[in-house]
């Protein structure tokens, strides 16, 4: 009798993101990306040094001045506290492997950084980005197979909890392919407006409701004016 293969392993997602009343984040022109408040971005930290690896896409790692590192010492002993090594793996998704090579993230080496990316994407950029020291992974042929994708993470690098911190785009791809767990979400109290402006799952979506995947509360409060929910996947 032919044995039944073992159920793949992937890492736990976890989303995390912040975002105005109108459920924005960042403006149309994405010329303002970072709106929370000090207790957010420390929010950020602490979700951080619970994670092997911290992910985003290119165009959240060009337009910010972000390195997706764990943050000062404090963060890097809890990390140590909980069996983890001091600095988290850095995970950027770009299908065409437009990441600009001159961004901060690629300024500071305290651990590696791995591109997932498509056999579609130009080998010059690829190029580019080993050139930077990071490490090319393709995915597929036109778009990302995020599921094969997360299984390589938690094989070859034994990720089992993994942030992921947009933009939209990649986080309805995640969406799209069931494999969130959970959803960290910061309501601020803004509201930003435009059709343009981007939200917390751009990209495809669905085409009707009963395709929407179904989270619930787990639990919810407020610091000063902002709240801060999770969600876990039903």
């Known amino acids: 009798m032919k044995r039944a293969?073992?159920?793949t392993r992937r890492p736990s997602v976890l989303v995390n993101m912040a975002m105005s009343a109108d459920g924005k984040i960042a403006t149309a022109n994405r010329a303002v990306s970072s709106f929370g408040s000090e207790r957010d971005h420390d929010h950020?930290?602490?979700?951080?040094?619970t994670a092997d690896a911290v992910m985003a896409g290119a165009r959240t790692t060009d337009l910010n001045p972000i390195n997706l590192g764990p943050g000062p010492g404090k963060y890097r002993r809890r990390r140590l506290k909980r069996g983890l090594a001091e600095y988290n793996l850095r995970v950027i998704v770009s299908r065409s492997g437009s990441l600009d090579p001159k961004a901060k993230v690629f300024q500071s080496t305290f651990s590696p950084i791995i591109v997932l990316t498509t056999r579609s994407a130009p080998k010059g950029?690829?190029?580019k980005l080993r050139a930077r020291g990071a490490l090319v992974k393709i995915c597929g042929a036109r778009e990302i197979n995020f599921a094969r994708a997360l299984?390589?993470?938690?094989?070859?690098?034994?990720v089992k909890r993994?942030?992921?911190?947009?933009g939209g785009e990649l986080n309805d791809a995640l969406f799209q392919?069931?494999?969130?767990n959970e959803i960290?979400?910061?309501f601020c109290p803004k509201i930003i407006g435009g059709r343009l402006a981007p939200t917390i799952a751009d990209g495809l979506g669905v085409a009707s409701l009963s395709r929407a995947r179904q989270f619930r509360l787990q639990n919810f409060r407020q610091v000063g004016d902002e709240?801060?929910?999770t969600f876990r996947a039903s």
């Open 5 to 7: 293969s073992r159920k």
């Open 44 to 49: 950020l930290l602490e979700l951080r040094a």
């Open 125 to 127: 950029n690829l190029e």
């Open 151 to 158: 299984a390589w993470l938690r094989s070859e690098w034994n």
């Open 162 to 166: 993994l942030l992921c911190e947009g």
């Open 177 to 180: 392919a069931g494999l969130v």
């Open 184 to 186: 960290h979400l910061t």
């Open 227 to 229: 709240l801060f929910a």
